[in-house]
């Protein structure tokens, strides 16, 4: 017989304490006092526990990662959104705007998600969110100011390690496994603060950071100030990832203990259904249902895989950008050993100098080539490792390189937004291809410059190719 609804409540509370109780008993007593000494500076014990639910204001700054020594090569984009999140329930409202594209609304609930987007005529739609949104509130929840120190100082592996120095500053640094994530907290020795915590975390389900696979983790607070409950917590968040900026959130309003109803968080059974059914997995592992061959030589893939297609050359094919994981790559392996059993893929191009290609090392693991801008090499370089390195080839300067029975023409390029690009010329295609020259309206002189040396060599030029169209007319311009 089941127990009344308060009697299971009491279960829990005891099964927690006796949890929590085992945990601080075997916790490093120096770790436990640093932890205390910033809750106590954060407004104490009782005021940060008392934070149930918490809505801010916030501007997000994406920064990527990326590994050029150029500030902001990455094109920052920006987004305005309000973040609701209730901690008891697990549940996160993060309406977006992005600027200067339009809004919409992320619920996760736990362990689900969805996305509502408002169509044209005003009407609501709601779409299954990926895992990595899931990923995503786990990390914010478990390292947001008001709540990280309690789970660190709960984790039965709460440790105390050496000092480190941060801008000539003592900090005491604690170890602990928050949510499973191994994490390490910085606080400094002078007045108690938290200043950041370094986590480790396996990103590959996110498309944008599937690359990277396993990456350490910062957040970084800064900007304290005091709220309501009289509580002190950092408007200003910075998150590196993999080393490197990857976005700057800046609070603009904070509130806590606001109304979060429950259908704030509300998701439609068949969104559930869907996510259940179809969204567990990475980002880029999307069907291959829509992949075609079109005009004999060239093959177009499904959004997401993070390849613009592949292109058949001498009877093989060669994957134009290398998608954005090995798994990706050994989908569209498999898919082409049972479309064109006789046409193998054979080379990988790399030709996009921003941050992706992380299917590089399928090719360089399976000992098959790689061509690379000379631009995307300190991105490869943590893509593929040191010891896989030897195994790609960067092109400085213009080269034919052989594919099956026929050659393709590879040359440096650069442009105002792309240095060090690759572009590719097949003269039996009478076809080029260029991630950020080709087409791209600032890269327009570097372009037709490259066109014309070719066509000075007697090299007909008729169609081009880039991330967004794979092939398409050479405009009047360029001819």
């Given at each position: 017989?089941?127990?009344?609804?308060?009697?299971r409540?009491?279960?829990?509370?005891?099964?927690?304490?006796?949890?929590?109780?085992?945990?601080?008993?075997?916790?490093?007593?120096k770790?436990?006092?640093?932890?205390?000494?910033?809750?106590?500076?954060?407004?104490?014990?009782?005021a940060?526990?008392?934070?149930?639910t918490?809505?801010?204001?916030?501007?997000?700054?994406?920064?990527?990662?990326?590994?050029?020594?150029?500030?902001?090569?990455?094109?920052?984009?920006?987004?305005?959104?309000?973040?609701?999140?209730?901690?008891?329930?697990?549940?996160?409202?993060?309406?977006?705007?992005?600027?200067?594209?339009?809004m919409?609304?992320?619920?996760?609930?736990?362990?689900?998600?969805?996305?509502?987007?408002?169509?044209?005529?005003?009407?609501?739609?709601?779409?299954?969110?990926?895992?990595?949104?899931?990923?995503?509130?786990?990390?914010?929840?478990?390292?947001?100011?008001?709540?990280?120190?309690?789970?660190?100082?709960?984790?039965?592996?709460?440790?105390l390690?050496?000092?480190?120095?941060?801008?000539?500053?003592?900090?005491?640094?604690?170890?602990?496994?928050?949510?499973?994530?191994?994490?390490?907290?910085?606080?400094?020795?002078?007045?108690?603060?938290?200043?950041?915590?370094?986590?480790?975390?396996d990103e590959?389900?996110?498309?944008?950071?599937?690359p990277w696979?396993?990456?350490?983790?910062?957040?970084?607070?800064?900007?304290?100030?005091?709220?309501?409950?009289?509580?002190?917590?950092?408007?200003?968040?910075?998150?590196?990832?993999v080393?490197?900026?990857?976005?700057?959130?800046?609070?603009?309003?904070?509130?806590?203990?606001?109304?979060?109803?429950?259908?704030?968080?509300?998701?439609?059974?068949?969104?559930?259904?869907?996510?259940l059914?179809?969204?567990?997995?990475?980002?880029?592992?999307?069907?291959?249902?829509?992949?075609?061959?079109?005009?004999?030589?060239?093959?177009?893939?499904?959004?997401?895989?993070?390849?613009?297609?592949?292109?058949?050359?001498?009877?093989?094919w060669?994957?134009?950008?290398?998608?954005?994981?090995?798994g990706?790559?050994?989908?569209?392996?498999?898919?082409?050993?049972?479309?064109?059993?006789?046409?193998?893929?054979?080379?990988?191009?790399?030709?996009?100098?921003?941050?992706?290609?992380?299917?590089?090392?399928?090719?360089?693991?399976?000992?098959?080539?790689?061509y690379?801008?000379?631009?995307?090499m300190?991105?490869l370089r943590?893509?593929?490792?040191?010891?896989?390195?030897?195994?790609?080839?960067?092109?400085?300067?213009?080269?034919?390189?052989?594919?099956?029975?026929?050659?393709?023409?590879?040359e440096?390029?650069?442009?105002?937004?792309?240095h060090?690009v690759?572009?590719?010329?097949?003269?039996?295609?009478?076809?080029?291809?260029?991630?950020?020259?080709?087409?791209?309206?600032?890269?327009?002189?570097?372009?037709?410059?490259?066109?014309?040396?070719?066509?000075?060599?007697?090299?007909?030029?008729?169609?081009?190719?880039?991330?967004?169209?794979?092939?398409?007319?050479?405009?009047?311009?360029?001819?």
């Amino acid at each position: 017989m089941p127990l009344p609804s308060f009697c299971r409540t009491l279960v829990v509370l005891g099964s927690l304490a006796v949890w929590t109780s085992g945990a601080a008993a075997q916790a490093d007593p120096k770790a436990v006092a640093v932890l205390d000494r910033a809750i106590t500076r954060m407004g104490g014990e009782t005021a940060l526990r008392a934070i149930q639910t918490i809505r801010m204001d916030q501007i997000t700054q994406w920064q990527g990662t990326h590994f050029s020594e150029h500030p902001y090569a990455d094109r920052p984009s920006f987004e305005r959104t309000v973040d609701l999140r209730d901690y008891a329930s697990r549940s996160w409202r993060n309406t977006r705007n992005f600027l200067p594209q339009g809004m919409a609304v992320d619920i996760v609930r736990d362990t689900v998600g969805g996305r509502t987007l408002a169509g044209q005529n005003g009407a609501l739609t709601q779409v299954p969110l990926n895992i990595a949104y899931v990923d995503d509130r786990r990390e914010l929840f478990a390292f947001a100011p008001e709540r990280t120190l309690f789970l660190a100082r709960e984790a039965a592996d709460l440790t105390l390690l050496s000092d480190s120095l941060i801008d000539g500053v003592a900090h005491a640094r604690v170890r602990a496994t928050v949510d499973r994530f191994p994490a390490t907290w910085f606080l400094r020795r002078t007045d108690g603060m938290l200043s950041m915590v370094r986590f480790m975390a396996d990103e590959t389900n996110d498309f944008g950071l599937a690359p990277w696979g396993p990456m350490e983790v910062e957040f970084w607070y800064s900007g304290w100030a005091p709220v309501q409950g009289g509580t002190l917590l950092p408007r200003q968040r910075d998150v590196r990832r993999v080393g490197r900026p990857y976005k700057r959130m800046t609070i603009l309003s904070l509130a806590v203990n606001v109304p979060a109803p429950a259908d704030s968080f509300a998701l439609a059974d068949s969104t559930v259904a869907q996510y259940l059914a179809t969204q567990q997995r990475p980002m880029w592992d999307t069907p291959l249902d829509s992949a075609r061959i079109v005009e004999r030589d060239f093959a177009t893939f499904p959004p997401f895989t993070g390849s613009a297609g592949a292109v058949r050359i001498g009877g093989q094919w060669v994957l134009l950008e290398t998608a954005q994981r090995d798994g990706a790559v050994q989908r569209l392996v498999d898919w082409f050993a049972r479309t064109t059993p006789e046409s193998p893929v054979a080379a990988g191009l790399v030709s996009n100098i921003g941050p992706s290609n992380g299917g590089a090392k399928w090719f360089t693991t399976n000992r098959k080539p790689v061509y690379a801008a000379v631009g995307a090499m300190p991105n490869l370089r943590r893509i593929v490792g040191a010891a896989q390195l030897a195994r790609l080839t960067a092109v400085p300067d213009a080269r034919w390189v052989r594919v099956g029975t026929d050659s393709l023409w590879l040359e440096r390029l650069d442009s105002p937004d792309g240095h060090g690009v690759l572009a590719v010329y097949s003269p039996t295609l009478r076809w080029v291809y260029g991630a950020r020259v080709v087409g791209a309206p600032a890269a327009r002189m570097d372009f037709e410059g490259f066109v014309a040396r070719l066509r000075a060599r007697g090299l007909a030029v008729e169609w081009m190719g880039n991330t967004r169209a794979l092939r398409t007319a050479v405009p009047p311009a360029a001819k």
